[in-house]
């Protein structure tokens, strides 16, 4: 069964660096998701993306975040100055169209902020 | 936005019982409502959905059932295994989009 897949599995950075977090959906899907989970709570949205542009976006994804489709098979998340409080684990999903089909999601990033 | 409420935050039963997990959605819009399953270290996985267009939805020890007009939702799963034991979460969105999770439901199923 193809999966989406995520690298590096563990991240660690200096406060103020910045980090990108890359992410290879499954082929045929065209929505793109990350989503962030702090240790212990629940799993938060950060953004969607589809046909090459945000779709929604929360209130977490404030100006340090961007994402990118570099090419046709990866999707990034960059964080610009990283911050203590970013450190979680950042999940990437794919559906394989908009509305209403399961998102999967990928075995996720571990960010540590040091 | 959306805000998606869980009950209980911990749930332990004993082997063969059930377990009912519940939570309630606050905006009407909102059509897709997925569950979770999520162990430790690992990745969320799907285990069942349902789309506001149905009421009820099976798959084998696992059901869910949706109230529109209450804007709540449930989790049924019959017949526990020690397998089960794993934070449960549900979410709910508008298309697939914007996607808010409940706090999730540690279930722990004695054997």
């Known amino acids: 069964e193809p999966e989406v897949t995520q690298t590096p599995s563990h991240q660690v950075t200096q406060m103020g660096q910045e980090v990108i977090l890359r992410c290879v959906p499954i082929s045929n899907h065209l929505y793109f998701y990350w989503y962030r989970q702090i240790l212990g709570q629940k799993v938060e949205f950060l953004v969607s993306?589809?046909?090459?542009?945000?779709?929604?976006k929360s209130e977490i994804f404030d100006d340090q975040f961007s994402v990118e489709r570099p090419d046709g098979s990866n999707f990034t998340l960059k964080i610009r100055s990283t911050k203590l409080e970013d450190s979680a684990m950042y999940f990437c999903?794919?559906?394989?169209?908009?509305?209403?089909?399961?998102?999967?999601f990928g075995d996720g990033t571990r960010l540590s902020i040091l | 936005g959306e805000n998606v409420e869980q009950h209980p935050s911990t749930l332990s039963v004993q082997e063969g019982d059930s377990a009912v997990i519940k939570c309630t959605y606050s905006d009407s819009a909102s059509n897709y409502f997925p569950w979770y399953k999520q162990e430790l270290g690992k990745r969320p996985q799907l285990i069942i959905d349902?789309?506001?267009?149905?009421g009820e939805k099976k798959d084998q020890r696992i059901a869910v059932t949706l109230n529109k007009t209450a804007k709540h939702f449930s989790l049924h799963i019959t017949e526990t295994q020690p397998e089960d034991s794993a934070v449960y979460f549900c979410a709910a969105s508008y298309n697939n989009n914007d996607m808010r999770f409940g706090a999730g439901t540690r279930l722990t199923v004695k054997p």
């Open positions: 999903a794919s559906s394989a169209l908009g509305g209403n089909q399961p998102q999967h």
């Open positions: 993306f589809y046909n090459n542009e945000i779709s929604e």
């Open positions: 349902i789309r506001s267009n149905v």
